[in-house]
């Protein structure tokens, strides 16, 4: 994704586009799967940890990104694909492998319908199956 393909994202999702922003944004492009804040900071070397969490909590705030929590690390990030800004229509299950520590999406899957008593209301479900993906399964 080039950088005014990000700028039109983060406009479309009432983000104001810096360069810190787009930099941050290129890299949830990049990974094709939820990466962690260690991950991120990692790879962007020109930003600091604190800038990186800023630019990841304002994108969840507009639901630019899925938070993920479940994995070794805690809390993962992904890119949301929901047109939406008052409903996530992207979510989706995710698999933990115990063996190599990776969280892969189920974009093909559901994520079941839980009924709510009276009075409650849904703002977001995270569902984390965990096991052995097929690459350990075939290391064994």
Do not use: W
Not at 17 to 41: D, Y
Not at 104 to 133: F, Q
Request: proline content about 4%; some cysteine.
């Amino acid at each position: 994704m080039n950088e005014a393909n990000c700028t039109q994202l983060l406009e479309e999702h009432g983000i104001k586009p810096t360069a810190n922003r787009i930099v941050v944004l290129k890299e949830l492009v990049k990974a094709l799967r939820p990466v962690s804040l260690s991950e991120l900071e990692y790879k962007i070397l020109s930003i600091d940890k604190s800038n990186i969490f800023r630019a990841l909590t304002l994108f969840k705030e507009h639901r630019l990104v899925h938070v993920i929590e479940g994995g070794s690390e805690g809390v993962r990030y992904e890119l949301c694909h929901s047109h939406n800004h008052d409903h996530d229509e992207d979510l989706h299950p995710h698999f933990y492998c115990e063996k190599c520590q990776r969280t892969t999406c189920l974009d093909y899957a559901e994520i079941p319908e839980v009924r709510l008593p009276k009075g409650y209301e849904k703002k977001s479900a995270n569902l984390m199956i965990k096991g052995i993906c097929p690459d350990c399964q075939s290391k064994l």
